[in-house]
């Protein structure tokens, strides 16, 4: 036990465990110190109307479709959303949030979507609109979590990792009230 806490007692002299953006946890995953952005602040009605949607798809998934564990995992993905949400989006949520949708979409793309592809599942327009829904709204979660972790890490003094265009499609679409503060 002693050599734990040498161990320990070294990395924190080497300034390894700081708390800064360095410090990573799950699948390079931030542990949030302080609070939230105030950029990732004026996003707090997206990422509601995000996770409002999956549980509105969860719900078609059930009433619809009858399917039951697509249903289960899009409420889960929602429970977590909702909880990286209360947390005052706490970056730590919404990225494990994210790689849980990047996660499931991948997943339902290959047990739901590929068999409709190929034929081997009778094609209703109903049916098709709900398969194809699933994986949409999870990569729409993941890309609107990876954009939130851009602006962390540049907020705290690192280069973002490579973006993606989710700033410049939502403002052509629809106005933010904290775009200002945005510099794209």
Not at 19 to 29: L, R, V
Not at 73 to 81: E, Q, R
Request: proline content about 4%.
């Amino acid at each position: 036990m002693a050599d734990a806490y040498a161990w320990g007692g070294k990395k924190i002299q080497q300034g390894l465990v700081t708390g800064e953006i360095n410090q990573n946890w799950f699948f390079c995953i931030p542990i949030q110190i302080g609070p939230a952005t105030e950029y990732a602040r004026g996003l707090r009605h997206w990422f509601m109307f995000i996770i409002l949607l999956q549980v509105a798809e969860a719900v078609v998934q059930i009433v619809l479709c009858s399917a039951l564990v697509t249903a289960l995992w899009m409420a889960v993905t929602a429970v977590l959303g909702l909880f990286a949400w209360r947390q005052d989006m706490n970056i730590t949520y919404i990225c494990i949030w994210g790689t849980f949708s990047i996660f499931q979409a991948v997943m339902t793309f290959i047990s739901d979507l590929l068999p409709a592809i190929t034929g081997a599942l009778s094609l209703d327009v109903v049916g098709l609109i709900t398969l194809i829904s699933v994986p949409v709204i999870h990569l729409l979660a993941a890309a609107f979590a990876w954009h939130l972790y851009n602006d962390y890490a540049e907020d705290h003094g690192e280069r973002p990792a490579r973006s993606i265009p989710l700033p410049s499609m939502l403002k052509s679409m629809i106005p933010l009230r904290s775009w200002g503060s945005l510099t794209l």
